[in-house]
Nanobody, 123 residues
Framework: VQLQASGGGLVQAGGSLRLSCAAS????????VGWFRQAPGKEREFVGA????????YYADSMKGRFTVSRDNAEKMVYLQMNSLKPEDTAVYYC?????????????????WGQGTQVTVSS
């Protein structure tokens, strides 16, 4: 499955953005999907994930309450709503898909990756 993240941009601190992850196939509905981010000079970091059946979401502690992952399997889309953005949220954001359950925060567990989208939060 091919994934494409979009929706990044420049936003002021305290603002919001919604990122989208579009899939090439309806089989996206069979995959768990995660969002990761990578800032310059830093390792890729888990942001949040959603199970294939849309029943459970997982978040990194620093994102809880600010970020929300959702999906629309009929439209082959997964979303990352980001609120109360901070300058430290500046990074390239990636969506990824995997078919095995569990270990949602580990990038190595994901089978497919999309190109990233840049998010820049100004202070």
């Amino acid at each position: 499955v091919q994934l494409q993240a979009s929706g990044g941009g420049l936003v002021q601190a305290g603002g919001s953005l919604r990122l989208s992850c579009a899939a090439s196939e309806r089989t996206l509905s069979r995959y768990d999907v995660g969002w990761f981010r990578q800032a310059p000079g830093k390792e890729r970091e888990f942001v949040g994930a959603i199970t294939w059946n849309d029943r459970t979401t997982y978040y990194a502690d620093s994102m809880k309450g600010r970020f929300t992952v959702s999906r629309d399997n009929a439209e082959k889309m997964v979303y990352l709503q980001m609120n109360s953005l901070k300058p430290e949220d500046t990074a390239v954001y990636y969506c990824a898909a995997k078919w095995n359950a569990g270990d949602y925060g580990a990038a190595s567990q994901y089978n497919y990756w999309g190109q990233g989208t840049q998010v820049t939060v100004s202070s």
